[in-house]
T-cell receptor, first 116, second 116 residues
Framework: GNSVTQMEGPVTLSEEAFLTINCTYT??????LFWYVQYPGEGLQLLLK?????DKGSNKGFEATYRKETTSFHLEKGSVQVSDSAVYFC???????????????FGKGTKLSVIP | KAGVTQTPRYLIKTRGQQVTLSCSPI?????VSWYQQTPGQGLQFLFE???????NKGNFPGRFSGRQFSNSRSEMNVSTLELGDSALYLC???????????????FGPGTRLTVL
């Protein structure tokens, strides 16, 4: 079946440091890829997405490029802030053929802590 | 527009009991999905409902069930609770019609279930 593997955390960075969180996937077909963020005590928020190969998703300074050849979707940010401290999840959309139904398959999550 | 709401936010039960969790989707959204989040297994898909019909189901035992009402509100039920059912249960809604490309899922804040 489909699966998502992302780097284990926790990751601790100083403010203004460069962030990379690696994500690779295994999938049949051509799924859409996502990064979700979860702040303490809250649900998941969509951070960015890419729906086909070579697409770059971007939002709030975060970027990720859909690399079909390496089956990767690494998250990057040039300068992190304390407010970026959260858990980040890489995910792909699986579809149930013929049913019009989609489900998300998630990685285990990477906890990011940014210190002043 | 109000977001996805889940009630209750916190719940404590004992082994063997049953529990019902509720989810109200964003107005106009007819698809509701449920996910279980645990530290060990991460985020796992439970099931998805659309127009009162279960369209898709994850790999969970029959103790986990759900339903959707004509107003798109959804409930999930867990019977004969086990310690391992302690988790954050997240609900997500989307416009996802039958067929077509993936529509973004919007997540609620979750219900934290503790089984003692």
């Amino acid at each position: 079946g489909n699966s998502v593997t992302q780097m284990e955390g926790p990751v601790t960075l100083s403010e203004e440091a460069f962030l990379t969180i690696n994500c690779t996937y295994t999938a049949t077909g051509y799924p859409s890829l996502f990064w979700y963020v979860q702040y303490p005590g809250e649900g998941l928020q969509l951070l960015l997405k890419a729906t086909k190969a070579d697409d770059k998703g971007s939002n709030k300074g975060f970027e990720a490029t859909y690399r079909k050849e390496t089956t990767s979707f690494h998250l990057e940010k040039g300068s992190v802030q304390v407010s970026d401290s959260a858990v980040y999840f890489c995910a792909l959309s699986d579809s149930l053929p013929g049913a019009g139904s989609y489900q998300l398959t998630f990685g285990k999550g990477t906890k990011l802590s940014v210190i002043p | 527009k109000a977001g996805v709401t889940q009630t209750p936010r916190y719940l404590i039960k004992t082994r063997g009991q049953q529990v019902t969790l509720s989810c109200s989707p964003i107005s106009g959204h007819r698809s509701v999905s449920w996910y279980q989040q645990t530290p060990g297994q991460g985020l796992q898909f439970l099931f998805e409902y659309f127009s009162e019909t279960q369209r898709n189901k994850g790999n969970f035992p029959g103790r986990f069930s759900g339903r959707q009402f004509s107003n798109s509100r959804s409930e999930m039920n867990v019977s004969t609770l086990e310690l391992g059912d302690s988790a954050l249960y997240l609900c997500a809604s989307s416009l996802q019609p039958s067929g077509g490309e993936y529509n973004e899922q919007f997540f609620g804040p979750g219900t934290r279930l503790t089984v003692l």
